[in-house]
């Protein structure tokens, strides 16, 4: 995992998708530039091994523990999620697969009870995730705004 593959250029991200229960690591995503993206298991090898997206825990759902009234802001991706943590000091959650994505019960479980804002990319694509996210939060969430 340390070494750029010759087919894959420049590693510009490093995304850890962690155990939000346990805060084991669960699979690490690579960004490449030009943009492309690998998932790689906790030993290192490509790929996601038995599990798929939809198995893995929303991107940075172990920091949710801390504070549990703090407001979760839910966007499109690591990039989004990481600049707002790191811009803003909030903390920020996306599903592994990007706005194409559909929520599972079991990935958005950790929102249960919690105040959380949706921050949508301004294209449609982005819309349409938040409208599904939205739908499957509505009944869980303490608060939920857009």
């Given at each position: 995992?340390?070494?750029?593959?010759?087919?894959?250029?420049?590693?510009?991200?490093?995304?850890?998708?962690?155990?939000?229960?346990?805060?084991?690591?669960?699979?690490?995503?690579?960004?490449?530039?030009?943009?492309?993206?690998?998932?790689?298991?906790?030993?290192?090898?490509?790929?996601?091994?038995?599990?798929?997206?939809?198995?893995?825990?929303?991107?940075?759902?172990?920091?949710?523990?801390?504070?549990?009234?703090?407001?979760?802001?839910?966007?499109?991706?690591?990039?989004?999620?990481?600049?707002?943590?790191?811009?803003?000091?909030?903390?920020?959650?996306?599903?592994?697969?990007?706005?194409?994505?559909?929520?599972?019960?079991?990935?958005?479980?950790?929102?249960k009870g919690r105040r959380v804002g949706l921050w949508?990319?301004?294209?449609?694509?982005?819309?349409?995730?938040?409208?599904?996210?939205?739908?499957?939060?509505?009944?869980?969430?303490?608060?939920?705004?857009?």
């Amino acid at each position: 995992m340390n070494e750029t593959p010759k087919n894959m250029s420049e590693e510009i991200a490093r995304y850890t998708y962690k155990n939000p229960e346990t805060g084991e690591l669960v699979a690490t995503k690579i960004r490449y530039e030009p943009k492309r993206f690998a998932w790689f298991t906790p030993s290192g090898e490509e790929g996601l091994g038995d599990l798929t997206e939809r198995d893995l825990p929303l991107y940075n759902a172990h920091l949710l523990v801390d504070n549990p009234n703090e407001v979760i802001i839910y966007v499109e991706g690591e990039k989004a999620a990481d600049a707002l943590t790191e811009r803003f000091g909030v903390t920020a959650v996306c599903l592994p697969g990007g706005a194409a994505a559909r929520p599972t019960a079991a990935q958005l479980r950790c929102l249960k009870g919690r105040r959380v804002g949706l921050w949508p990319d301004n294209d449609a694509i982005g819309r349409g995730l938040m409208r599904r996210v939205y739908e499957r939060l509505r009944p869980i969430a303490l608060e939920l705004r857009a």
